[in-house]
């Protein structure tokens, strides 16, 4: 299985649209997952169009409509992988800390996060924790970037720079 992962667009706020890059790759994904903060819900109906299965959370960016479409966590299974997916919030260097403890009797084997836009893939402890960057602004980044995953018979996890 093949997932795009996408956060902290901010549309129209830092970019007119998403990336055409990442429109093109979400064509032949399997599913796509927003990390939060879209800012408009054009954004989630775009992505919606562009690809069969789309999953996401809510930001602490996102209008109300978001918030009332998306939950703040979620946990999505894929092939007996439990992945943690939420967008994060407060100062980026507690994130892992914050994460780790909004997950910490879900089980989960990936959290998948936003927020910092900043692209991180690691394993702590027994998690792998993927933060795809942010598709649209580089105010935290000298690049933009996207994410993806490839769940067979392990997660792998990927940063891609546009």
Excluded: Q, W
Excluded at 3 to 28: F, G, M, N, Q, Y
Excluded at 101 to 129: C, T
């Amino acid at each position: 299985m093949r997932i795009v992962v996408i956060s902290d667009t901010h549309i129209p706020e830092r970019a007119a649209d998403i990336p055409e890059a990442i429109l093109e790759i979400l064509k032949s994904a399997d599913m796509a997952i927003h990390v939060g903060d879209f800012t408009s819900s054009t954004v989630l109906n775009k992505l919606k169009s562009a690809c069969k299965v789309i999953k996401g959370v809510s930001g602490n960016m996102d209008p109300k409509e978001i918030r009332e479409e998306l939950p703040e966590k979620d946990i999505i299974v894929v092939k007996n992988y439990r992945i943690g997916v939420m967008h994060g919030h407060g100062a980026p260097d507690r994130l892992i800390g914050m994460l780790s403890e909004a997950f910490k009797d879900d089980g989960v084997d990936m959290i998948i996060f936003g927020h910092s836009h900043r692209g991180f893939n690691e394993k702590i402890g027994k998690i792998l924790f993927f933060n795809p960057g942010s598709a649209t602004d580089k105010i935290f980044s000298p690049y933009n970037s996207y994410g993806i995953i490839e769940i067979n018979d392990k997660i792998e996890a990927s940063i891609i720079r546009i």
